[in-house]
């Protein structure tokens, strides 16, 4: 994972060992959460969208500019969690590491 201007960038290994590459041109926020578990009804091996974010409702109060942006919830099974704002979400077949 990196970060730089505004973009973050996440490569990563999928479940069929495939190499994944997912960029957030216009990255906002970003945490990682070790080893947590997701919310109740939330799957551990799957990406999401989060609906009506309070995080989202927290930087707007904070002063991050009126843009659409989206709220994304990456699930690493066991490893942990990965949240991002983002206008944008780009996912590329990733050249193998």
């Known amino acids: 994972m990196t970060y730089a201007a505004g973009e973050l960038a996440v490569k990563f290994k999928d479940w ?3 190499s994944v590459a997912l960029r957030f041109p216009d990255a906002v926020a970003f945490r990682w959460e070790d080893e947590a578990a997701p919310p109740t009804g939330v799957r ?3 990406s999401y969208e989060v609906v009506d974010s ?4 927290e930087l707007r109060s904070a002063g991050t500019p009126s843009q659409a ?3 994304y ?3 690493f099974n066991a490893a942990g969690l990965l949240h991002v704002v983002s206008a944008r979400l780009l996912v590329a077949a990733s050249p193998e590491r």
């Open 73 to 75: 919830m990456l699930c």
């Open 54 to 57: 309070a995080w989202i409702a």
């Open 16 to 18: 069929r060992e495939q």
């Open 69 to 71: 942006l989206h709220h």
């Open 44 to 46: 551990d091996d799957t």
